[in-house]
């Protein structure tokens, strides 16, 4: 129930295109939502980040997509540069709980090619 | 802003030596965390501290220790180490969203 599924495992995409990873959960007592990025030698980075109570979250390119019903929740980085090449990581967490976990989906790499 | 700082940033260790990673943070944050990512893989909890004098195991705790004597300090400590455990080590600190270190990249052998 602590385990976040993440997919796909790799993604490749054009330059001006789409780029969309999913995750989903089974614990409903997660109510924090967020997305980090890696890049190659670097610590992880928060990208962005949604909880429950809305449906999408949209930061310039990159917007986070919530189905609480189907406990699922999606990255779409439109218009994808190659500078968005990176290791993406969803993760969940029990805000209301003083001893909340972080746990993390097991990654997607995304390269993006001119 | 030093933000979570960790040390080593490399290490060789051999097998059953003994070694610490360093974690601090200066955000005044009362969780931390540690997680070890293997080539390819996702990051998994090793222990996480929810304040000084707290801490508790996560996914992967065999081989590791931890102590947290301080709300800044959050040292990960391997005893015997093992091939099994060559990966990156991150340390990362939160109180909404995660800060984490630069890591440390641990090879034993």
């Known amino acids: 129930q602590q385990q976040v599924k993440q997919s796909p495992q790799s993604l490749i995409v054009q330059k001006g295109g789409i780029s969309i990873i999913n995750c989903a959960y089974e614990?409903?007592?997660?109510?924090?939502f967020p997305w980090y990025q890696q890049f190659p030698g670097k610590g992880p980075a928060l990208l962005i980040a949604i909880r429950p109570d809305v449906s999408e979250k949209k930061e310039g390119r990159f917007t986070i997509s919530f189905n609480k019903s189907a406990k699922q929740f999606s990255l779409h980085i439109m218009d994808s540069q190659p500078g968005d090449s990176a290791t993406y990581f969803c993760?969940?967490?029990?805000?209301?709980?003083?001893?909340?976990?972080?746990?993390f989906g097991t990654g997607t790499r995304l390269q993006v090619f001119p | 802003n030093a933000g979570v700082t960790q040390t080593p940033k490399f290490r060789i260790l051999k097998i059953g030596q003994s070694m610490t990673l360093q974690c601090t943070q200066d955000?005044?944050?009362?969780?931390m965390y540690w997680y070890r990512q293997d080539p390819g893989m996702g990051l998994k909890l090793i222990y996480y501290s929810v304040g000084a004098g707290i801490t508790d195991k996560g996914e992967v705790p065999n081989g590791y220790n931890v102590s947290r004597s301080t709300t800044e300090d959050f040292p990960l400590r391997l005893e015997l180490a093992a091939p099994s455990q060559t990966s990156v080590y991150f340390c990362?600190?939160?109180?909404?969203?995660?800060?984490f270190g630069q890591g440390t990249r641990l090879t034993v052998v």
């Open positions: 614990n409903t007592a997660f109510d924090y």
């Open positions: 993760a969940a967490s029990r805000e209301s709980y003083n001893t909340d976990k972080l746990i």
């Open positions: 990362a600190s939160r109180r909404t969203e995660a800060f």
């Open positions: 955000m005044n944050h009362n969780y």
